[in-house]
């Protein structure tokens, strides 16, 4: 296999960057470009101060080089990381230099691909090292961290397991069937299958609050127009993201950016103003913010403290069998102008179950009380637990859909006495799709899809 390198920092200027070199020749080729210590007598783990040079001998400069010997390295072959300094000339003429000594350029993700290939992680720990390196709060670092410990790993392992006694025990029945022998006590397998579809099922589940966590959970601010909306966003950002104007219909098309709040990403979404209006283009963002509204988890209801309350009402009925199933904040603004006690008490009657905050959006008056309002109604599952398993993958998501669809198969097999050939056909299949989560059954396609969204370097 060629020896690859590539930078494995990010790309640009800075204070230090990183050359990776694997492959079998890693020490000998990275050998001809090194002035230091002889590199065969170098122990592993080891870092070493000394000089690259080009091959005409001139130097490119000091760096500080560190051996992993296989198989104890990253990708379980030899590696050499070369430490140089951050100027993008000196990045580039190092691995210029090792490619004119043998090294091939890396492709992206393609260390990570051979330490998979190498049995150092599994396919779902590889795939964590992407989540871990994009993660974005403190949230989605722990259920990225826990999936490359191998959590995820060792909960498909365990069902694989059992499947295959399952499926065993069903087979060795086949083959002894001339002889009419029971191995497999039906009523235990039943209640076998029956608890693997209850974990395959928790897994699936989990889904939803893991593509929450890894990619912000959506909170849509909507409310008719001039409530405050948007001037509501640039507080809770911190920042000027969204035209503020006292002229009705201002926001046209949907505004979206993310916080971090007490450890979990939020993506706000800024919606424009609901009300009737002949205007094509505003029309246009009114039907956008109704779509953004089904997709949001939680939903900021803004009202005008200013407002009349048939206002109110009539938003109100327009738009709630869009929040049915969604977690509501009537957000009521402008109450530092305004008294709020009826529309409290309005709100309180047309809606009993939603939760009410007090804001000044403009003067920042109860936006901190919103955050922690917020936060109470994401109901993210909480995360600190090593063992801690929450979905955030699709891939994962719809091989998990599978697998509990035909341990489904399998159930129904069992209670209606199908023979033991389909049901273990069915188990089997499911057995095929928890592998394809790990890697233990995998395609080229697969392989090539997954480490192409991998960085160069990694």
Known sequence: MDTICAVSTPHGMGGIAVIRVSGDQALTIVGQRWQGLALH?????????????DSHGEMLDEVVLTVFRAPNSFTGEDVVEISCHGSMWIQQQLVTTLIDAGCRAATGGEFTQRAFANGRLDLSQAEAIADVIASQSRASHHVAMNQMRGAFSRKLSALRAQLLQFVSLI???????????????????EKLATGIKDVIDSLAQSYRAGNAIKNGLPVAIIGPTNAGKSTLLNALLGDDRALVSDIKGTTRDVIEDTIVIDGTLLRFIDTAGIRQS?????????????KKMDEARIVLWMIDATAPIAELESFFLHVKEHCADKAVLAVINKVDVAPAQAIVNRVKALAPTVTIVEI???EGMGVDKLKSEI?????????????????????????????GEAIDRTLQGLSSGLSGDLVSQDIRECMHYLGEITGEISTDDILGEIFSHFCIGK
């Open 41 to 53: 007598k170098l122990k592993s783990h080891t870092a070493h101060l000394g000089r690259i040079v």
């Open 171 to 189: 087979e060795l029945e086949l083959d002894f069937s001339e002889e009419d022998v029971t191995f497999a006590d039906r009523e235990r397998l």
């Open 278 to 290: 002949t205007d094509a283009i505003e029309a246009m963002g009114i039907e956008r913010s109704f």
């Open 360 to 362: 000044s959006a403009r």
């Open 375 to 403: 936060i109470a109604a994401a109901a993210l599952p909480q995360v600190n637990d090593e063992n801690a398993v929450i979905v955030t993958n699709s891939r994962h998501y719809n091989a998990l859909v599978r697998a």
